[in-house]
């Protein structure tokens, strides 16, 4: 079984903040994508890594993929309210696979 | 519809009762997915479809659950006999042949 682990679970931070989430794994990704969730909605798509080392930037917002391809981050800079929400990794564990795995979450809270 | 469309967005029944939980997913979309997600928790996976049939239904819980797909497009996702346990929210996702998925708002279901 193939389980993603993020941290931290919860982050509760204030506006103008820098955090970085962590997401691993014990089993090499294939690929790798990044969703937020806000409440009542479903996940919608950040950004998908696929070579280790790669580093993809989206505004404020900066992934990296492990050179091992079993891990990931993200990293916000000076964090916003409009920040707030359920952030997501998940992984296909092969270039064929089916099944995308996710993460345990990291709930970020930002306020003023 | 543009996006992915689920019914009903809320659903309340009595423990023991079967539910039917439906999912219309983006035209032309080859692979659906149901997932279950707890309390804002991480999405756990449920069943894979690719076209009307399903190559992965490991994340099924119990044979209490069951889903179906035709025409290559609508899917419904039933709960016999619901236990208390059952209740989450259900999401459904739509991909083209790569890339990301597309979800809808989910079903939030409630077993008294």
């Known amino acids: 079984t193939q389980l993603l682990e993020q941290s931290p679970q919860f982050l509760s931070i204030q506006e103008g903040e820098n955090l970085t989430v962590y997401c691993n794994s014990s089993?090499?990704?294939?690929?790798l994508q990044w969703y937020r969730q806000e409440p009542g909605e479903g996940p919608v798509l950040l950004v998908t890594?696929?070579?280790?080392?790669e580093v993809k930037k989206l505004k404020r917002l900066t992934f990296q993929f492990g050179d091992a391809r079993k891990d990931s981050s993200l990293h916000i800079t000076a964090a916003q309210p409009g920040d707030t929400g359920l952030y997501l990794c998940?992984?296909?564990?092969?270039?064929?696979?089916?099944?995308?795995?996710f993460g345990t979450g990291t709930r970020l809270q930002v306020t003023l | 519809g543009a996006g992915v469309s689920q019914s009903p967005s809320n659903k309340v029944t009595e423990k023991g009762k079967d539910v039917e939980l439906r999912c219309d997913p983006i035209?032309?979309?080859?692979?659906l997915y149901w997932y279950r997600q707890s309390l804002g928790q991480g999405l756990e996976f449920l069943i894979y479809?690719?076209?009307?049939?399903?190559?992965?239904k490991s994340g099924l819980p119990s044979d209490r659950f069951s889903a179906e797909r035709t025409g290559g497009s609508v899917s419904t996702l039933t709960i016999q006999r619901t236990q208390q346990e059952d209740s989450a929210v259900y999401l459904c996702?739509?991909?083209?042949?790569?890339?990301?998925?597309?979800f809808g708002e989910g079903s939030r279901l409630t077993v008294l």
């Open positions: 479809f690719q076209g009307n049939s399903a190559p992965d």
């Open positions: 890594v696929v070579t280790g080392g």
């Open positions: 089993s090499v990704f294939s690929s």
């Open positions: 035209s032309g979309h080859t692979a």
């Open positions: 996702a739509s991909r083209p042949n790569t890339g990301e998925l597309f």
């Open positions: 998940a992984g296909y564990f092969t270039r064929t696979a089916s099944k995308l795995t």
